[in-house]
């Protein structure tokens, strides 16, 4: 559910051929990651069990990344090499930058 709320909102706000929808998702669900991550090692007492539920049960749970790989084929099957790169560089690139900022924020 939290997935589709996010992208009802993004799609929304945003039009075109880029898939901004996967981005928004892809990006929350890297900064949840690294926030929760960093919290649990940093700042609140719970178990590696608990760290894993919310890491893997729910964040992986929650980012895109199936719908990520699919809309790359359709940008290659459909010759879209700007948006194929575009998506593939944002994608990781800010993805990375992400989980650092997320887990940053949970050492504050």
Do not use: D
């Amino acid at each position: 559910m939290s997935r589709y709320g996010i992208y009802l909102l993004t799609n929304k706000l945003y039009q075109g051929g880029f898939p901004w929808a996967t981005l928004a998702v892809n990006l929350f669900g890297c900064l949840l990651f690294g926030l929760i991550y960093s919290l649990s090692e940093h700042k609140l007492a719970i178990s590696s069990e608990t760290r894993f539920i919310l890491l893997v049960g729910f964040v992986a749970a929650f980012t895109t990344f199936s719908t990520f790989a699919f809309e790359n084929v359709e940008f290659l099957r459909h010759s879209q090499w700007l948006l194929l790169g575009l998506n593939i560089s944002i994608q990781n690139i800010a993805g990375i930058a992400f989980v650092f900022l997320g887990a940053a924020l949970g050492r504050l």
